[in-house]
DNA sequence: GAAATCAAAATGTCAGACAATTAAACTCCG
DNA sequence: CGGAGTTTAATTGTCTGACATTTTGATTTC
């Protein structure tokens, strides 16, 4: 691992992209512990300090932990998908938070992922997810559950019915995509009528999974995208009303 | 901004953690300054070194980006796509080598991910997205392209089909399916007779998109989808025969 | 042989210094 | 008065050296 004199970016961060290469490239494994950091200034030429703010840019992304005492040190961290998940959301907040992406786009992605979950979840769904779903539906009905506490559980319906694809890979994807939605659905009033309808789509695609009814579950789903999509636009002209 | 002087974590974590929270929470916005660092090392009334390991670390997560001088300092960063893309696609490659994904996960994944995008595409594609396709299929059909290099036109042909939604967030969320799984694409020895139906299959697709017919799009990926899995299973078979 | 102690190794933190970079303020001359 | 060059101040980047803390393992002692 050698790092580039010429290049005039930080010390840190070319010593951090180093050892991070290394291990995205396999030549270092889960588990396996990096030099100490005085081994690593040795080895890149560099003062204790540098090599110290090289290595919390890795345990920043999950990449490496650290570890003291006698046998302590950093060692290569096995990246756990409830970390991916983390960092995902947080990052999927922040770009639809700071680039302004509009509720329609969002919305529109969010709802053609889960659509593309919609028919492995049918096939494989277990009972779990299916209680779960059905008893988000129930808290869903209450009467007197706030906004935030409607998305959330909205949040954990669309969670379960996504899970039930048993792929935890399109679990990961969809994390991101739904979670960081919230923010902006959290902007709409649900009214009692609003809630009524969504209850009663989600009813439909609980239904249509527990049958195994892709065709069914993907019609309740679109039915849903198009009406997010009306709540949407009429919190976003409530908004401009009040703005303007 | 306030740490808690109770908790046992690193002083530098605790600090990435409340300015983190800062920007997320909207008590920052875009191209707000920092205090400087020695302004930091006052306020949490810890030392420069500690105050900068918590900076790099937010610096490694793209929050913030830091310039030198007399105005410099750090400052709150816009989170680009660009650099979303790049932090997902490192993150998904990451969990699919560690976490041992097989090669069916993945797979299923990305192209549930596609065909949700597939209708989208079909109708707002532009000529662009249209001929970068067309030059990949071409591409694909040369005779002596190295495994690799087909690898790499594959992904662009299907990033171009998911660009085509003209949905950002879904390009975003896709990127990482679709490139995560080059290195286990990788794996696969692709012959000319693999080659033949994969650019046939592609042709299908291209020309649905290119008529506006989804459901020719969605059919066409099915086979793919198959197709790939099919390829997969011989490679993993392969592997399995030569190690055993 | 077991418990207590000590030494060693590693990370975590601090203090102070200097280098490099950048923009603004200032000076000087035409 | 104005512009070009110079100085200055602010800020990040880096280094040196030190001490604190934590953990393990060896050593000593009973």
């Known amino acids: 691992m050698k790092i580039d004199p010429k290049s005039k970016a930080d010390l840190s961060a070319q010593i951090a992209k180093s ?3 290394a291990i995205i490239e396999g ?3 889960v588990d396996d512990r990096l030099p100490s950091e005085a081994e690593l200034a040795d080895q890149f030429d560099v003062s204790r300090p540098t090599v110290r703010e090289a290595l919390k840019r890795l345990a920043a992304q999950n990449l490496i932990r650290t570890q003291r005492g006698a046998t302590g040190g950093a060692f290569v961290r096995r990246l756990s998908y409830q970390d991916a998940y983390a960092n995902h959301i947080t ?3 922040l770009l639809l938070s700071m680039n302004a992406v509009d509720f329609e786009t969002a919305c529109e992605a969010r709802y053609a992922l889960e659509r593309a979950c919609a028919p492995l979840s049918a096939e494989r769904r277990t009972p779990d997810h299916l209680a779960t779903m059905r ?3 129930h808290r869903q009905a209450q009467p007197g559950l706030s906004d935030e506490s409607f998305c959330d559980s ?3 319906f669309h969670r379960a019915l996504v899970d039930g694809a048993g792929n935890p890979v399109l679990s990961y994807q969809l994390a991101g995509a739904v979670e960081a939605m919230q923010p902006l659905m959290n902007m709409i009033t649900f009214t009692a009528r609003n809630r009524e309808v969504i209850v009663g789509l989600h009813t439909c695609i609980a239904d249509a999974i527990e049958a195994g009814t892709a065709q069914a579950a993907d019609q309740a789903l679109a039915e849903l995208t198009a009406y997010t999509l009306k709540l949407g636009d009429q ?4 908004r401009a009303a009040k703005s303007g």
Chains 1, 2 share one sequence.
């Open 19 to 21: 050892i991070r290469d």
């Open 91 to 93: 990052t999927s907040t």
């Open 235 to 238: 919190a976003m002209a409530e």
């Open 135 to 137: 008893a988000e539906i």
């Open 27 to 29: 030549q270092m494994n």
């Open 154 to 156: 909205d949040v954990a």
